[in-house]
C-alpha cells in the first residue's frame, strides 16, 4: 500500500460547480497536510496548510482533515476557469513532505 | 514566502551529458531540497543540502549520479551527470518556510524542466 494515494482524475466541471478533491494516507506519523496547486510547466504552489482534524477555510477553498480516517480534502466552491491545474496533496510527520500523485482539474468556462 | 528562482527553467540535453541546475532563494534558509517529478508522476525527493556539511541522499539516488553544492545559506546547484532519456524530469528546488504561523512547509521554485534527447 503507498503512503499517499490520490486520485489522477482527470476531473473535468463547468465553472461554477463546487469541486471534491480527496486523499487517503496509511502513515499515522503524518500530522501536517497541505495542498499544493501546479499549474502546467510551473512549479507548485502552496494552497492550503492543516495540522489538525477539521476544517479549515481559505475563499473559496476549503481543507477538512480526518485523522481518524486517515482522509483529507479540498473542497472548490464557485470553481473558475482559473481554477483549471494540477492539485497535489502532501503531509509530513517532519520536513520531509510525501506527496500524492496529483489531480488533474479542468473547469470549463 | 521565500522567493526561489531556478535556471535553466528548461533545456535539451543530449545523452551522456551533464547538467547543473542553479537555486538562488532571496532570504537565507538553512534547509534546501531538491525534489524530481517525472511525466505523469508526483513528486519525489532527491536529497536534503544544508549549508557546510554534505547532502543527504533518499534511497534510489547517488552522489554520483546527483552531485549538489550548498555553498551559502541562500544557493545550492544540483548536477545531473551522465544524463539519459529516463533522467527527464522536471527539477524542482525547494526550501522549508512557515505556514499557517505555526508548523512548517514546502516552498517550490518554478522548476528547471529537462528534456535528454
Known amino acids: 500500500q503507498k503512503e499517499v494515494e490520490q486520485d489522477p482524475g482527470p476531473l473535468s466541471v463547468p465553472e461554477g460547480a463546487i469541486v471534491s478533491l480527496n486523499c487517503t494516507y496509511s502513515?499515522?506519523?503524518?500530522?501536517?497536510f497541505m495542498w499544493y496547486r501546479q499549474y502546467s510547466r510551473k512549479g507548485p504552489e502552496l494552497l492550503m496548510y492543516?495540522?489538525?482534524?477539521g476544517n479549515k477555510e481559505d475563499g473559496r477553498f476549503t481543507a477538512q482533515v480526518d485523522k481518524s480516517s486517515k482522509y483529507i480534502s479540498l473542497f472548490i466552491r464557485d470553481s473558475q476557469p482559473s481554477d483549471s491545474a494540477t492539485y497535489l496533496c502532501?503531509?509530513?510527520?517532519?520536513?520531509?513532505?510525501?506527496f500524492g500523485k496529483g489531480t488533474l482539474l479542468t473547469v470549463n468556462p | 514566502s521565500a522567493v526561489i528562482s531556478q535556471k535553466p527553467s528548461r533545456d535539451i540535453c543530449q545523452r551522456g551529458t551533464s547538467l547543473t541546475i542553479q537555486c538562488q532563494v532571496d532570504?537565507?534558509?538553512?534547509?534546501m531540497f531538491w525534489y524530481r517529478q517525472q511525466p505523469g508522476q508526483s513528486l519525489t525527493l532527491i536529497a536534503t543540502?544544508?549549508?557546510?556539511?554534505?547532502?543527504?541522499?533518499e534511497s534510489g539516488f547517488v552522489i554520483d549520479k546527483f552531485p549538489i553544492s550548498r555553498p551559502n545559506l541562500t544557493f545550492s546547484t544540483l548536477t545531473v551527470s551522465n544524463m539519459s532519456p529516463e533522467d527527464s524530469s522536471i527539477y524542482l528546488c525547494?526550501?522549508?518556510?512557515?505556514?499557517?504561523?505555526?508548523?512548517?512547509?514546502?516552498?517550490f521554485g518554478e522548476g528547471s524542466w529537462l528534456t535528454v534527447v
Open positions: 543540502a544544508n549549508q557546510g556539511s554534505e547532502a543527504t541522499y
Open positions: 525547494s526550501v522549508e518556510g512557515v505556514a499557517g504561523g505555526t508548523g512548517n512547509t514546502i516552498y
Open positions: 532570504s537565507q534558509v538553512t534547509m
Open positions: 492543516t495540522y489538525s482534524s
Open positions: 502532501a503531509m509530513t510527520g517532519n520536513y520531509k513532505l510525501t
Open positions: 502513515n499515522s506519523a503524518f500530522q501536517y
